[in-house]
């Protein structure tokens, strides 16, 4: 009996180590991608770096003004789209959720959320690109935003779900009208988890290269114009990856290093949002 | 606004569907299983993109497995509060949120010739990328996945189930083989088919690695160790370069099977998770 007993205890701390060591030992990958990446990037950037274009092959120098300039510009663009439609339906969502269009939309909401990022690309391909006959920024940018729809629509929904009904009673009973209640009372009680489910979609897109090869496609040089190819900080990342010389390998380790640091800074952001949300609530 | 997202998804299977009309027409059912893709000679077969695409991502799943129950396990139930929780749950969370281009690019310059030596350990041909190279990476990728909703599974077993079994003076293994898995098993089931989604659609990482042959393997060997394509990559790398229609339209066909099976792996993977959240 007392054998037993020993053996039972023994198999269940054994148990518990295998559990600790595989659960701690996910982490390393995750460690080792970021101190390489941390330590074959830094030394690439500067203000050099972050000032200019791209070098041809065999010239010294060279940066990714191009690629930091289109990635922002297409995600504020993408976010401009996305923002106010995802709101739109995640009020829509929390407020009205037994009819049938919620349902169905709740539906849509869950299969854009499967959609493989480059089925996005093909679809955009064919809704602006082939009639506008150029790869376009503007493209890129509605990729993205369909991207982070899913994101916004749900966070704001979740966050809303969550205020207590008395908030909204309390407004109506007043006598102030629906839509003020909506945009006065609810939206911004709940204003600080949207915007933590805002920077969350673009800690996601901005690092999304697939739904961007065929859309903003890239491109060499500095572009304002949302008609023209635009570079992104992925495509860059992909483009020089791939490409057999030294030179371009190092711009790439220094876009990464910074895309990095976005991707980083972003979900710090969205940490620190919903924690503080949270003690307030 | 609501409206406006039923129309999105409508027009993405519209699209698709159109586009993929010529290839439907020309090659019928027989394109799933057809073995040959050589755009040259107009020949197109999904059977390897089809392969090469299981093969990653259910290699990838068997392997992140043991992890991520294993993180649902410890952060769900031995440790579920204090710092140490929550700095490994943040970690966690942050490996889903690292860009798949930077794993790929991580990938080619270490990862590939680690394996290349591995590969010629054991005897294989070395080519350092490939299918195990990329079922790799995309093992670590998708664990975020299934082991955050492991964890909230875990934690929702009600404790009077727990405390019970304790009170019958079960250990702990036995408590979590007993009680805590099978009360949770539809539910990690649920994670572990998101995982599965994740991984089918999962373009760049894989595209880098992966070596990109549209030949089906000679031998098994072949077929884990040595190149191939799936279908997101060989999307990613031929869509700009497909000249004319037919070629075009067999790879939005392929986007379009690749649509439709994330799609229902995802579909289903939510009704579980709902159902068990609502009991």
Redesign the interface.
Known sequence: MEAKIGFRNTKSVIFKGIVVFFAFVITLPLIIVLIYIIKQGITQVNWHFLTNVPAPVGEKGGGILNALWGSFLMVMVAAVVAIPVGMAAGIYLSENPRTKLAYYSGLCVDILQGVPSIVVGIVVYFWIVKPLGTFSALSGSLALAIMMLPIVIRSTEQTLRLLPDSLKEAALSLGVPYHRVILKVIVPCGFAGILSGITLSIARVIGETAPLLFTAFGNPYLSSSLTKPMESLPHLIFTYATSPYDDWHNLAWGASFILLMFVLILNIVTKVITRKWKIQL | ??????L??L??LA??IL?SMPSIKALGIGFLWGKIWDPVQNIYGAYPFLVGTLLTSFIALIISI??S???A???GE?NPKGWLSDL?K??????A??????????G???LVPIIRTFEMKIGVAPYGIGVFTSSLILA?MI?PYAASLGITLIRMVPSPLKEGAYALGA????V?KSVIMPYTRSGLFAGVLLSL?RA?????AVT?LIGNTSAVADSLNNAIFGPGNTM?SV??NE??EADHTEYLSA??EL?LV??FV??V???IG?RIITKFTNN
Do not use: D, H, Q
């Not at chain 2, 606004?1 to 039923?6: A, E, F, G, R, T």
């Open positions: 606004m609501s409206i406006l997202l039923v999105i998804i027009g993405v699209t698709l586009e043991p992890f129950y294993a993180i396990i410890y952060l031995y490994l943040n970690t966690i969370e942050l490996i949120a690292v860009p798949s281009i930077i794993y790929g690019f991580w080619l310059f270490v670590v664990i250990t702990r293994y036995e979590i989604g089918l659609g999962e373009t760049m880098m997101a999307i990613a869509f700009t790879l939005i986007g690749l649509f994330t799609v792996i995802n579909l939510k």
